[in-house]
């Protein structure tokens, strides 16, 4: 079953207290036209709509004292309620640090609800009984999970089938090749103001690039990333 070309596509929502931060970044590029396109779905839960009060409310001083407020269980319960057949992901410092078999997984689910977290956290309530993944984009804290939102979003489009036009591109990057970063990349000019593009590239014999290729991608993991290197 296909959709304007595209297998069934897939159904994003985001709750967020600021649905404007989403407004110009998910009309650009190739997620602007994947929604055009059929291949993804974007709804984004104004969680305010579901406030406490006349003001709105969505967060509260937390139990026993501390800096800060806490997201309250009530709105985002009742703007998960209806999202309850989705994989919902809880975008939050605590969370596991995202990585590409994340988004490899989830961008063959057919329906994803991503929770922006605030203030100082949500109430764990939520966590325990109403998210299926808790995630984080590393090891450093934002004033909320909007931008998260965003990388996710950009991550799991660009491995739907048909978005990029090149699908060998998503196959040799980073993290593909034994989970090596990618080889440096080159284009025209061969030269430019004495820089040089390395001889090989130019050599035509292709036996030789994918050598020097993968000893890249070795060399440049080592250097940078040591962590990424598998052990014998």
């Excluded at 967060?59 to 057949?85: N, R």
């Excluded at 089938?161 to 025209?188: C, K």
């Amino acid at each position: 079953m296909t959709q304007g070309g595209y297998p069934v596509p897939v159904d994003i929502s985001i709750i967020t207290i600021f649905p404007e931060f989403f407004a110009s970044p998910l009309q650009v590029s190739f997620v602007g036209r994947a929604q055009e396109r059929g291949a993804v779905s974007v709804d984004l839960v104004d969680l305010r709509t579901f406030g406490k009060g006349v003001h709105r409310q969505v967060d509260d001083a937390p139990f026993g004292g501390g800096a800060g407020m806490v997201m309250m269980i009530e709105p985002l319960a009742q703007a998960l309620d209806p999202l309850e057949h989705t994989h919902r992901i809880l975008l939050t410092p605590a969370g596991k640090p995202l990585d590409q078999s994340m988004l490899d997984r989830w961008s063959q689910m057919p329906a994803l609800t991503l929770v922006c977290g605030r203030y100082e956290g949500v109430d764990e309530r939520i966590a325990d009984h109403y998210i299926d993944e808790e995630v984080s984009l590393g090891d450093f804290v934002l004033l909320g999970g909007e931008a998260a939102a965003l990388a996710i979003i950009e991550g799991v489009v660009r491995l739907i089938p048909g978005v990029v036009g090149n699908p060998e591109s998503t196959e040799t990057e980073s993290f593909r090749h034994d989970g090596l970063l990618e080889e440096p990349q080159y284009t025209r000019p061969a030269e430019f103001r004495g820089m040089k593009v390395p001889e090989v590239l130019l050599s035509g014999d292709h036996g030789k690039i994918a050598e020097w290729r993968a000893e890249q991608r070795r060399q440049r993991t080592r250097d940078r990333r040591p962590d990424l290197l598998r052990e014998d």
